[in-house]
């Protein structure tokens, strides 16, 4: 199996800061592969990885290959594994999952890169995902399961016009549309959360030496009305993420204005800082990171009530109302996380953000991991919940046709600069800028009207 792997066979993960050694460099680690699968020296195996690097767009590689796995961005992750997976160009690429956390330009470069690899040796590819766009953009047959069963296999136009099962057309029913929902009118001029020329900076060398500052977030600015979502897109590294976690103050803006209900948190010390917090809660991306594994998740909601002087009781009351409001059943208090399926921890984690009654409701990436049913669900749910709670919801996401389906306004960054700012429609269906045109050009099956069954095109005549 050895003499198999890497060079006959290869595979790329889903989670590469999992797959990746935290403590070892990652130009070691894809040097590694060649270590043990060739007979190159040191200096030739040193330029065959930083050759990969740069097929796999990795900016400058020298730095790169000296760096850790934290250093990078979640895009740069992905493309060092992907480095790791092709360095011995192997007959057989199994990919699961690889571009699922990845923002669009970098998910259409690795889509090509993987076309490349296939056409220039003939390498077979066997690709799992649950992004229909991404299905259109790579395969060329599709098979269909549910349950562990197949349900159809068909070739790539055939399912897209023609799917055989139920489950199939809800499949493709669930994936999200990238035409802009309709505007809907404004009814408050309550403004909940409110940035003013937002700065973050990193760096700066030490105490002998100066050191390179990285502008993670420039002069970044913006108002979110009570009952509104403000989307923020962009690629891996834009500072979509350094944004959110500012406004959360779980890191510290170098300078600017944060006011949540009217107050500016952004330069309150933690003890003036705690009883804001309840007005702000954050959604993280991988709920089962965010959750602990080893308390029953009614003891995780009811952890931010208790900290602000709830009595018990009362707390593990309003957890089971806020479970039932999420679609759990109240007794679901007594179970642990891993006794949930991805989709159920979300909303689990969006019942424990919910518990601060907060007027603020972020959501980093909080549907990217999930298949597209589910995700459907948690975008109909943080919809419902809006409507009824009326929350201010900034929501992060790399994906467009999520944006385009949940986001009354959007918010275009590239390299910690506000690029394009406006009305959703505005925004995605006629972007003035030229980033914001690539970026939707990228989106994967941007030309397939899913829900329909055939491309746009054709919809057009």
Known sequence: MRALRATSMSMIFQEPMTALNPVARVGQQIEEVLEFHSDLSQSARKTRVKEMMEQVHLPDVDKMYRSFPHQLSGGQRQRIMIAMALVMRPQLLIADEPTTALDVTTQAQILSLIRELREEQGAAVLFITHDMGVVSEIADDVTVLKLGEVMETQKLDDLLRRPKTEYTRDLLRSVPSQVPRMARPRTSDNVVLEAKDLCKTYGGG???????????????????????????????????????????????????AIRVGGTDIAQLTQKELKPERKNIQIVFQDPMRSLNPRIEIGQSIIEGPLNFGVPKDKALARARELLELVGLPASAVNRFPHQFSGGQRQRIAIARALAMDPDVLVADEAVSA?????????????AELQERLGLGILFITHDLGVAAQICDDVLVMQYGKVVEYGPAAQVLGSPQQDYTKALIKAAPGRHWDFANFRPFAEAAE
């Open 206 to 256: 030490g105490l002998f030496r100066k050191g390179r500052e990285v502008k993670a977030a420039q002069d970044v600015s913006f108002s979110l009305p009570k009952g509104r979502t403000l989307g923020i897109v962009g690629e891996s590294g834009s500072g979509k993420t350094t944004v959110a976690r500012c406004i959360m103050r779980l890191i510290d803006p170098t300078s600017g």
């Open 370 to 382: 999930l298949d597209v049913s589910v995700q459907a669900q948690v975008l109909d749910l943080l």
